[in-house]
């Protein structure tokens, strides 16, 4: 067991434990996961046990457990991963939509990592035991290309290129309505939304959060728009759409409340670009758009001509 030491910045002053640790640590946990870390001390602040509407002060200091998972816990399992690039660094995966990237509390169903394990034989440890070799994470309902890597050293240069904004990720996605425009650039802060915790939401003060979009294809009441993310925060193009009102197709969190499709929303990570980390060359990988995306743009289009 681990402890992680956070020094509360001015700019938290005033906020409740719980939310702080929710925007800034446990950002892929519930409120209620998080109470019961403070409750059951995994937290404190200032080496003392709080309660978890502690509100923070200035140059506080919260120390967290960290517990990991113990190895049984993960058992390799054959999933089949489309492997479109390895080497002794790193490997790139095309995901399937429908795959989780790596287990939590709350899931427990086969991920990528599950995966992983039974395909490749070594991963990087950064990320501890449930979350091996994983630099970023696309939704479970996303489909397409993420770069794994394979140790410690490829990790933390593709991880620093990541938090630089080095690696380009564009994404394909169908979305609801007609554009005035061919391009446009949204600029609008995200973080986790107030009172819905499984949601992001654009709210001022939240973080720095930038994607470039183009047109590709209209359909009438739907368009096809490539999206290329300068930052990357969590669900960034599912909420950034919907705040411009042209949320994603099929997104159930986002979009309408009669959702389209039965396979979660046509969103497809297309393209990663990435400087390799031992090598120094620029590595560009393409993933086509899977199946029952394109089934269902062939179905818009003889809607439109018809």
Do not use: W
Request: net charge negative; charged share 25%.
């Amino acid at each position: 067991m681990s402890k992680r030491v956070i020094k509360v910045k001015e700019e938290y002053q005033g906020l409740r434990l719980d939310l702080f640790l929710l925007e800034n640590y446990y950002t892929n946990q519930s409120r209620s996961y998080v109470q019961h870390a403070i409750k059951d001390g995994f937290v404190t602040v200032n080496d003392q046990k709080v309660k978890t509407g502690y509100t923070l002060k200035t140059d506080d200091f919260i120390q967290i457990e960290e517990i990991e998972a113990k190895e049984l816990d993960l058992k390799a399992v054959d999933l089949n991963l489309d492997i479109v690039y390895e080497d002794d660094d790193l490997l790139v995966i095309n995901k399937p939509q429908g795959m989780v990237v790596h287990p939590a509390s709350s899931y427990h169903e086969p991920t990528l990592v599950h995966g992983l394990l039974h395909q490749v034989d070594e991963l990087s440890s950064i990320n501890g035991i449930i979350r091996p070799g994983i630099v970023h994470r696309i939704d479970k309902d996303t489909s397409g290309l993420l770069v794994v890597a394979k140790n410690d050293t490829a990790h933390q240069s593709l991880s620093s290129d990541l938090a630089l904004h080095e690696i380009e990720r564009e994404y394909i996605a169908l979305v609801y309505g007609d554009f005035t425009e061919t391009e446009g650039t949204i600029t609008a802060p995200i973080q986790r939304h107030p009172k819905n915790r499984l949601k992001m939401a654009v709210i001022s003060g939240g973080k720095k959060a930038i994607t470039h979009f183009k047109v590709l294809e209209r359909y009438g009441k739907y368009t096809l728009v490539s999206c290329k993310l300068e930052t990357g925060r969590t669900h960034q193009i599912r909420v950034h759409m919907a705040y411009i009102n042209h949320p994603v197709v099929g997104d159930p969190i986002y979009g309408p409340k009669e959702v389209v499709g039965s396979t979660g929303q046509f969103l497809h990570a297309q393209k990663l670009s990435f400087m390799h980390p031992t090598k120094k060359e620029q590595m560009t990988f393409t993933a086509e758009l899977p199946q029952v995306f394109t089934d269902f743009i062939t179905e818009l289009k003889k809607d439109s001509v018809s």
